[in-house]
C-alpha cells in the first residue's frame, strides 16, 4: 500500500490552462504539505495543513490554492498555468510534534507547461 | 528561525571509498535533523533522523550521521559507498518536531 500517493505523476498542459494535483495520505498523519522542486533541485515549501486547517501559506502566488476536504487529502488547485510554473510537486505528510517526526514524501508530479 | 548549510552541490567518490556529506545547521531552539535520499525521479525518503537522544544516529542503507552541538553539525557518513548510493540527499532542520527546513542537496556520484 502507498503511504503517499499523488495523482497524475506526470501532467504536460499548455499556458493559461487550470490544473488540478490530487494526494492522499493513509498513514493517519495530521499534518499534510505541498513542495516545489525546481530545476536545480531546490525544495520549497508551498503549504502546509493541519487536520484540514491551513497553517502555513508561503510566498505563492494567489494562481496556487490547497485545499484539504479531510485531513488524509490535500489536493492543489492551480488556475492560468505560467512557464515559471514547471516544476516537480511534491505532496508530505508527517505526524507533528511526536518522536515519529519525519516527513513521507509521495513521489512527485511533473508538472510541465508549454 | 532555522536554516540548513550543505557544504559542496556535488561529491564525487570511489567505489568503497567513505561518503562524507557536510550539514551544518542553525536552529534558535533544540532542534531535530534529518537526512532524506532523492533517487532520480523519485520523492525523497527518510534515511535517518536525530531527535535529541543518541547523537550517533544509524539509518538505512548503512547511512550514519553524527550530532555535533558544538559544530552546529549533522554531517552523514558510509563507510564504503555502493553504485547504488548515487542520488541526491537533502539535510533538513525542524525546531521541536515543527516545521522542516531543507537545505539545497547534495549530489553524490560514485565511480566505478
Known amino acids: 500500500d502507498t503511504a503517499v500517493s499523488q495523482t497524475p505523476k506526470y501532467l504536460v498542459t499548455q499556458m493559461g490552462n487550470d490544473k488540478s494535483i490530487k494526494c492522499e495520505q493513509n498513514?493517519?498523519?495530521?499534518?499534510m504539505y505541498w513542495y516545489k522542486q525546481d530545476s536545480k533541485k531546490f525544495l520549497k515549501i508551498m503549504f502546509s495543513?493541519?487536520?484540514?486547517?491551513?497553517?502555513i501559506n508561503e510566498t505563492v502566488p494567489n494562481r496556487f490554492s490547497p485545499k484539504s476536504p479531510d485531513k488524509a487529502h490535500l489536493n492543489l488547485h492551480i488556475n492560468s498555468l505560467e512557464l515559471g510554473d514547471s516544476a516537480v510537486y511534491f505532496c508530505?505528510?508527517?505526524?507533528?510534534?511526536?518522536?515519529?517526526?519525519?516527513?513521507?514524501f509521495g513521489s512527485g508530479t511533473r508538472l510541465t507547461v508549454v | 528561525a532555522q536554516s540548513v548549510t550543505q557544504l559542496g552541490s556535488h561529491v564525487s567518490v570511489s567505489e568503497g571509498a567513505l561518503v562524507l556529506l557536510r550539514c551544518n545547521y542553525s536552529?534558535?531552539?533544540?532542534?531535530?535533523l534529518f537526512w532524506y535520499v532523492q533517487y532520480p525521479n523519485q520523492g525523497l525518503q527518510l534515511l535517518l533522523k536525530?531527535?535529541?537522544?543518541?547523537?550517533l544516529v544509524k539509518g538505512i542503507n548503512g547511512f550514519e550521521a553524527e550530532f555535533k552541538k558544538s559544530e552546529t553539525s549533522f554531517h552523514l557518513t558510509k563507510p564504503s559507498a555502493h553504485m547504488s548510493d548515487a542520488a541526491e540527499y537533502f539535510c533538513?532542520?525542524?525546531?521541536?518536531?515543527?516545521?522542516?527546513?531543507f537545505g539545497d542537496g547534495t549530489t553524490l556520484t560514485v565511480k566505478p
Open positions: 533538513a532542520v525542524s525546531p521541536n518536531a515543527g516545521k522542516s527546513t
Open positions: 536552529s534558535s531552539v533544540p532542534p531535530y
Open positions: 536525530y531527535t535529541s537522544a543518541a547523537t
Open positions: 495543513y493541519n487536520n484540514k486547517e491551513l497553517i
Open positions: 508530505a505528510s508527517s505526524q507533528e510534534l511526536t518522536e515519529n517526526y519525519g516527513y513521507t
Open positions: 498513514l493517519g498523519h495530521d499534518t
